[in-house]
């Protein structure tokens, strides 16, 4: 079946470091990428999303470039803040079937120090 | 305000109590997700419906039992709670095309058994 395979954390970096938080896939087919993001005590938000292969999300300047020859979906980010301490998720939905569920993976903790 | 809203944003019970947990959305999505995050942030999906029907029904124990009465609305209904099912539990909806689009989340329930 679907699935995701997430960098294990927890992950600590210093104000303005940069930030790599590896994705691969497993999928028939393209599926369509997700990141979202879980701080502390909120639900999931909606980070970026890229629906096919070369294209680029991107939001609050973090990035993923949908790589179908590595089936990866990294997040990056050139500079990091304190307030980007959070858990991130990489997830995925089918792109075909009767239950387009989305697939989570474990998730990353990233905490930013001052 | 346009959300997925989720109610309680905390329960705590005894085990055995029934307990049911209220989710609405006014976004006119057709199909409406519950997912358990368990104490490691793993996110699972239990149900999903799609326009009031049953599309997805995981390896969930048949003491759940999600209801919808419309395609705004979807509870779920929890029978003699046991410890193990202390987690925090995410209501989330999409409209139909939602491979493109992804799911907007609730903020979470967070049910503890005691």
């Known amino acids: ?114 | 305000d346009t959300a997925v809203s989720q109610t309680p944003k905390y329960l705590v019970t005894q085990m055995g109590n029934d307990k049911s947990i209220k989710c609405e959305q006014n976004l006119g999505h057709d199909t409406m997700y519950w997912y358990k995050q368990d104490s490691k942030k793993f996110l699972k999906i239990m149900f999903s419906y799609n326009n009031k029907e049953l599309i997805i029904n995981e390896t969930v124990p048949n003491r759940f039992s999600p209801k919808s009465p419309d395609k705004a609305h979807l509870n779920l209904h929890i029978n003699s709670l046991e410890l193990g099912d202390s987690a925090v539990y995410f209501c989330a909806s999409t409209p139909s095309d939602g491979n493109n689009y992804g799911y907007t989340f609730g903020s979470g329930t967070r049910l503890t058994v005691v």
């Open chain 1, 1 to 114: 079946g679907d699935s995701v395979t997430q960098m294990e954390g927890p992950v600590t970096l210093s104000e303005e470091a940069f930030l790599t938080i590896n994705c691969t896939y497993t999928a028939t087919g393209y599926p369509s990428l997700f990141w979202y993001v879980q701080y502390p005590g909120e639900g999931l938000q909606l980070l970026l999303k890229a629906t096919k292969a070369d294209d680029k999300g991107s939001n609050k300047g973090f990035e993923a470039t949908y790589r179908k020859e590595t089936t990866s979906f990294h997040l990056e980010k050139g500079s990091v803040q304190v307030s980007d301490s959070a858990v991130y998720f990489c997830a995925l939905i089918p792109p075909s079937g009767s239950a387009r569920q989305l697939t989570f993976g474990s998730g990353t903790q990233l905490t930013v120090l001052p």
